[in-house]
Every structure is written in C-alpha cells, then in structure tokens.
C-alpha cells in the first residue's frame, strides 16, 4: 500500500481588488452567476477547491474604500467596515475571469445585492488568504453540502472529471428547490444523491448507511453549522482520520 496522502495548506499573498461586473446570468433557477473582471485580477490564485475570499458590501447610496495593508496590520480608513460574505472564487486565468455564484434567498446583503447588479457594477474582495490543497486521486470520496456549498462543489467535480485514474464520488446534496439539480446538469459519471427541503435527518441516515474503506477516501462535509457538527459526529466512531474528513460550516442559523 502507498504511502497516505494528505492535503497541503498554503497561504497566498493578502490583497484588496476593485473589480466590476462583466456579465450577469440566472442558472439553476436560485442562482445568479456574476462574472467579474478588471487589472486587478492581476495576479489572482486559488488552489483549494473550498478556498473563500471575502466581498464587501457598502451601504446603498456610500461608498468603499478599500483597506491598505502595511507592515502593521490592516488599516480600515475612518474605521469603516462594510458588511462582508464568503464566497466560493471561480477564476479562469486564460480569460482573467472571476466567477461567482451566489444563493439567492430572502433578506441576505449578498444575495440582494447579486440579484440586483448590473454590467458596470463595482465590487471590492479581499483574498483569498490561503488555500487547502486537496489531492484529486483519493479514490473514494464523499462530499456533503447544500446551496452554499456547491460552488465549491462545482469546482471540485469539474476538476475530477478531468482526473486519470478515475475516482468514486458520491455526494449528498440538500436543497430547497429541486431546479438547483440543473447546477450540475453537464456533469456525469457522478453519483450525485438529492434531498430536497429540510431533510438533514434523511441525510444523516444515508451517511449512517455509508461503509468508508480502510484507506485512500476523503471526506467532505459542509453547511449550517450545528448540521456539520452532527453529521460529523457519525464518523467519529470509525476511526477516521482527521486529516481526511474536512468538516466546515458554510453559514450559521440564529
């Protein structure tokens, strides 16, 4: 048997871009798909399928200043910190390219402001400031996740469906609207499993069900926060490597 594979971090340079929005397109009916560009993509990275980098969203009618980022920390001019989001990047350097994808739901700073941005729209990000580097070749893997998690999702298949040897996915995937499956619709040799509406037990259950290998899987878990504490929690009895099972919450409900 090889050798064990684990992922790497690395970090990346820390900085602020001011970018504006190139085209804006609706996609599995609650997503809307921003595109972004401008000279400050310059130098952009992100090599962890799950890296996140910060958006910035000002009060309507004010404007933002970017922060400078000295030897001695961050300095917020006049101590002014908008509201900000995590969000999944998407780059595609050959296009110099940013791609995002926001959930639209009711009441939430980022999702308002996508659904209303225009071509011509500005936005500053920050980030990201590091990745984690996840080896493609775990030949079984298994991804947990809902709407907020599939961006990252999207990333990480569309670079498994490029991979040699083939690898066995399987991911579980929660959401409210059964027109998100059209996310992933120009992906196969998936298994993809679908829960739709509020069916975390359901999906608690299936991952109970799950038999893992003795090696060579990874395990991806992600979503509200006390849901990935839970589903977390399963595994814990299996003796599986923490090295292998990332769990991360995506977004807390108060």
Known sequence: MSAPKFPERVR???????LTVLRSVRI???????VFGGDDLTGF???GFDDHIKLFFPQPGSTFAAPTITDDGIIWENDIRPASRDYTPMFDAARNELTLDFYLHQSGVASDWANQARPGDRLTVGGPRGSLVIPEDYHWQ?????????????RRLEALSQSAPPVEVTALISVQ?????????????FNLEWFIGDRQQAVAQRLAQLTLPEHDYYLWLTGEGKT????????EQQQVDDRLLRAVAYWHSK
Do not use: W
């Open 142 to 154: 298994l991804y947990v996740c809902d709407e907020t998690g599939m961006p990252a999702l999207l």
């Open 12 to 18: 990346n340079e820390l900085r602020f871009r001011n």
């Open 177 to 189: 609207d059964a027109a998100s499956k059209d996310y992933f619709a120009h992906l196969s040799g």
């Open 28 to 34: 599995a009916g609650c997503f809307q798909r921003l």
């Open 45 to 47: 990275a992100s090599l």
């Open 228 to 235: 990935v504490k839970d589903y977390s929690r399963i595994f």
